[in-house]
Every structure is written in C-alpha cells, then in structure tokens.
C-alpha cells in the first residue's frame, strides 16, 4: 500500500553561542546582586554604628569612649571580611573562621568595657550584636533563638550600663537603641538568607541545563542508532545477495541490489548530516514505504493496513512527535525482522480505537507481526545502552503517555505493539469505522 508522501521541516536548534551569552549575562546578573547586598549590609553597618561613635565621642571625648569606639570600628572590619564567604552559598562552615572569631573577641571587649563608659554608650553592644547574628546562619538548630538574642542584646547592654552607672534611664534611648538594632542587626541574616536562596536556584538552574544538555545527548545517540542500524542492516543485505547472485554468475540480477545498497548508504550519510544539524525528521508515513520496501527486496511479505485518517493525523503539525515515535517503532521493528528472523511475512495495522486506551485516553495501536521469530529473548534483544533498540523507544513512549509490548506466541511469531495517546478529536462516526 503506497502512503502519501510528506515534509517535515525543523528550525535547527539554538548555537552554543547564545547559550554561552546566556550563561554569562546571567553570572554578571548575580555579580550585581550581590555586590548589591554586600555593600548595602557593609554601608548600613558603619553607617549607623558610625553616626552613634561620633555623637557618643563628641557629647564625652574620655580615653574610654575612644578604646570604645576603636574597638567597635575594628570588629566590624573582620566581620566585611567573613560575610564576603557568603557569596558561594551559607553552609556549617561559611561563619566558622579565624576573622569571625577575632571580630567575635574585638566585639565583645567593646560591648565589655562600653559598660562603664559614662554616660551609656548606647550602641557599644552592636558590633557583638551584628557578629552573633551572621554566625548563627552557620547553625544547623536553633539558628532563630541566636539571632532573636542578638536583636535585644544593644537594648540589653544599655540598661546593664545604666544600672552599673547609676545614671537615670530615659525610655526615649531604649526606644531609639531598639529600633537601631532591629534596623541593623534584622537586615544581616534576613538579606544572606535571600542571596543563599539565590544561589541555590542558579545552582539548580546550571543542573537543570546540564540535564538538558544529557538528556540531548541521549536522544542523539538514539537518533544515531536508529539512522546508523536500520541503513547498515538494509546494505548488509543488499550486498550479501549481490554476492551470492555474483557467485552464480548473475552479474545482472546482482546489480540492482548493488545500486541499492549504495542508494541506502548515500541516504544514511545524508540523514546523519541531517542529524547532526538539528533538521531530521522521523515520519511515520515515509517509515512505513521505506519498511514495505525494504521488507518486500529481501522477500518478506508485508501488507500495510492504515487508515487514510490516521495517515492524514499523522502529518498534521499537532501530531509531529507522536508520528515521529510511530515511524521509529516502525523502523526499529523492520531492522529486528532482518536481523533477528527468518520472516516470510510481516504485518503492519494501525488503528484508531475508542475502546483502547493508555491511561483513560484513545490512543493510536500500532501492530506489527512477523513469522519466523526464533525466540522470545533473540527477537528482540533489549541493549544496555539507554538510547538503544526497543529499550530505547520503550522510554521514549513513557515520555509521552504510550506503551510497548511484545509478544512471541508458540507458532513462532512475534508480535509488537505499540500505543500513543490520540493528540486530537475525530469526528465520533469515525472511531467505531476506523477502529474495526
């Protein structure tokens, strides 16, 4: 049964020079963002510690303010230097080194002698505060607990001072020292927090493309195999009958099988370089005239039963991949017949069935039987390689809804099915005619 002929066309697949591109803007994106983040917490840090050491010095410039102030200064600088670890990502061990604990023991000699430093130093306890809040992002429990202490420790410190001093407090700078803490200390965990989270989603992003990038690999090595086995399976044969016409000295009767094994290696080559640029197309139409001739040179029997509605679905733009998946099992079962049987005739009925079903869905049922199968196991051998033979295809179905089964029943034939969901809506009067 000849099929009409189609022509499928594919825009080719996108240069690894815009992927680069990509992949650069989008490490320049997250530079700014976190060079963004990193001076915001560093500029709000000085910034508002700096202000209270110039009002505090300025209102009492003793020996005991500046030591203070100097202290405070310097804890803040190996405190930069650790947060500077974060842009990687906040782990167990990001806030654990020698600076944070320098800037840990400078923080806690300013807050320890800014409690008898008269009048209160307000903002003595802040530096300590800052440092407790970022370490505990390393902590795996109680992460919370810390950085809630480190928000009222500044409102904490001042009262201690006050009281040690024995001057009256005013609600006024208890306010006014809470709500610099909240500001300062808040924005520290709350903002690496965010940035750790947007590193994690670049991460997953770059294993995501890296995915894609296997699983493309794998649906060319599967390309590759299909293209590579059935046309060196069709020369195989074509030039072991030459040779055998030859040894009989036919030299006539062998010549067509020899142009045809040429015609069938100048098509693999055109079809891999059409596959290696992107624009190959398996369709089933061509794939079942192809297997038909094939089948029929090497003196197999096929008959071809498709309904004209389903060879009309299949070229439609909708139904491209399921077509493509049809045309592959088509081609992956004519390579099988020649290589793994002693076939006489083969048998290829698609029908369009309302009854069956994948999942609750009509499907598509490709049948294909061939006598002479040898055996269950030497019909259709599963290939270790992912990518290969009905194994293969077998995954390639799953992705899209479909099934695979075969079947050797004891009169020795081997029988293939092959079911994808139906893509579109035909007409009800259809199903019933087309399905029987």
């Avoid at 992949?23 to 983040?37: C, L």
């Avoid at 923080?107 to 802040?126: H, K, R, T």
């Avoid at 995501?208 to 059935?230: K, P, S, W, Y």
């Avoid at 398996?282 to 192809?290: A, G, K, Y």
Wanted: with cysteine.
């Amino acid at each position: 049964m000849a099929l009409p002929s189609d022509r499928s066309t594919a825009s080719p697949n996108p240069t690894l020079g815009s992927s680069t591109a990509a992949s650069v803007h989008q490490r320049r994106n997250m530079a700014v963002v976190w060079w963004s983040t990193y001076l915001s917490l560093i500029f709000l840090a000085i910034f508002i510690y700096g202000l209270a050491l110039l009002v505090r010095v300025a209102q009492d410039p003793q020996l005991v303010a500046l030591v203070v102030a100097a202290l405070g200064a310097l804890a803040i600088v190996p405190w930069a230097m650790t947060v500077l670890r974060a842009r990687r990502g906040i782990d167990n061990a990001t806030f654990r080194t020698p600076t944070m604990a320098c800037a840990g023991i400078l923080a806690f000699a300013s807050a320890l002698i800014s409690l008898w430093s008269p009048p209160a130093f307000g903002v003595g306890a802040l530096p300590l505060a800052l440092v407790l809040a970022t370490a505990a992002l390393s902590l795996s429990k109680g992460r919370w607990w810390v950085i809630f202490t480190a928000l009222f420790l500044p409102a904490a410190h001042l009262s201690l001072a006050i009281a040690l001093n024995g001057t009256p407090a005013e609600s006024r700078d208890l306010i006014t020292v809470t709500w610099l803490s909240f500001f300062t200390v808040l924005g520290v965990p709350t903002s690496l927090w965010v940035w750790a989270v947007m590193v994690e989603l670049d991460v997953t992003r770059q294993q995501a493309a890296e995915l894609a990038i296997t699983n493309e690999r794998l649906r060319f090595a599967a390309d590759l195999h299909d293209v590579q086995g059935h046309h060196l399976q069709v020369i195989s044969l074509k030039t072991d009958l030459a040779s055998r016409l030859l040894a009989k000295d036919r030299p006539d009767a062998a010549a067509p099988h020899i142009l045809e094994a040429h015609d069938a290696a100048q098509t693999a080559l055109q079809e891999t370089r059409a596959l290696v640029q992107g624009y190959r197309k398996t369709t089933l139409t061509q794939e079942l005239n192809n297997a038909s001739a094939v089948l029929e040179s090497a003196g197999v029997k096929t008959n071809v039963t498709v309904p004209e509605l389903i060879a009309t679905w299949s070229q439609q733009p909708e139904s491209t991949e399921l077509g493509s998946v049809l045309g592959l099992a088509v081609r992956e079962a004519t390579t099988n017949i020649l290589r793994h049987s002693h076939a006489s005739t083969a048998d290829f009925d698609l029908t369009l069935g309302s009854a069956a079903s994948v999942h609750g869905a009509a499907v598509v049922e490709l049948r294909i039987r061939n006598d002479g199968a040898p055996a269950p196991v030497t019909q259709a051998p599963v290939n270790s390689h992912a990518g290969s033979g009905l194994d293969g295809l077998r995954r390639r179905l799953a992705d899209i809804g479909g099934q695979l089964n075969t079947e050797t029943t004891t009169n020795q034939e081997f029988i293939l099915r092959v079911s994808v969901p139906r893509s579109m809506n035909f007409p009800a009067a259809h199903d019933k005619d087309d399905s029987q």
